[in-house]
C-alpha cells in the first residue's frame, strides 16, 4: 500500500485549518538516534507536518506526519565504506497539552529585547512507520516535552521526544528499537 494520498490529505487540512482559526498548521525539523544491538541508526534531514485541532486553552489533538532519511551507522563495517540511507517515514495521531505560560525574552534583527509569551508542553505521539514505501509497515510511540515562544499567532520552539519503534518485519524479525529526538517546531499557536 503506498502513502500517496496523505500530501492530498494534509493539503485539504492545511486548507481547512486556515479557513479555521480553532485549527494549526506546524512545521517540524527532526534529528533522531536509534540504537540496538551494534547497530546506530541516525535519521537526518527530517521534516515533519501536523494539522491540530485547538480543543480548549491547553489541549490540542491532531495527525502529524514525518519524513527523514536514515543512516546505518555499524561501527563492524571496513573504514571508507559507504553508508546507504533509507527513508522513513511516520504517520499517526498526536497530542499536546500546556503545562505551563509565562513569558520569555526576544530580539528582532538584533534590535532591543522585548518579552513574548512562553508555554511549556507535553504530548505525545503514536503510530505507523516504513522504511520501504509503504510495503510493510511497523508501530512507533514516542513522548515529547517542548518549550515554545509566542509571536502573535505563531509558535516557535525546541522539543525533545524519547520513543521506541517497533521494525518492520521486511529488514529482520521484528525488534523494539528505543530512540530518541531533537527537533524545531513552528506551526500556530
Do not use: N
Not at 126 to 152: H, K
Amino acid at each position: 500500500m503506498k502513502l500517496r494520498w496523505l500530501v492530498p490529505a494534509l493539503l485539504l487540512l492545511a486548507t481547512s485549518a486556515h479557513a479555521d482559526p480553532g485549527w494549526t498548521l506546524g512545521v517540524a525539523f527532526p534529528w533522531d538516534v536509534m540504537h540496538t544491538d551494534g547497530e546506530t541508526d541516525l535519521g537526518v534531514f527530517g521534516l515533519g507536518l501536523d494539522v491540530a485541532r485547538t480543543l480548549d486553552d491547553r489541549w490540542t489533538l491532531g495527525v502529524a506526519a514525518e519524513g527523514s532519511f536514515v543512516m546505518d551507522i555499524r561501527p563492524d563495517a571496513p573504514i571508507g565504506s559507504e553508508v546507504e540511507p533509507m527513508g522513513r517515514l511516520r504517520v499517526g495521531l498526536e497530542w499536546r497539552y500546556i503545562v505551563a505560560t509565562g513569558t520569555a525574552w526576544a530580539a528582532q534583527r538584533c534590535g532591543p529585547d522585548f518579552e513574548v509569551q512562553a508555554r511549556t508542553w507535553i504530548g505525545g505521539r503514536a503510530g505507523v512507520e516504513t522504511f520501504d514505501e509503504g510495503t510493510t509497515f511497523g508501530r512507533f510511540a514516542e513522548v515529547v516535552i517542548g518549550r515554545e515562544r509566542v509571536f502573535d499567532h505563531v509558535a516557535f520552539g525546541p522539543y525533545f521526544a524519547a520513543g521506541v519503534s517497533d521494525e518492520p518485519a521486511a529488514f529482520a524479525a521484528p525488534v523494539i528499537r528505543p530512540y530518541a529526538t531533537i527537533g524545531i517546531r513552528i506551526g500556530g499557536a
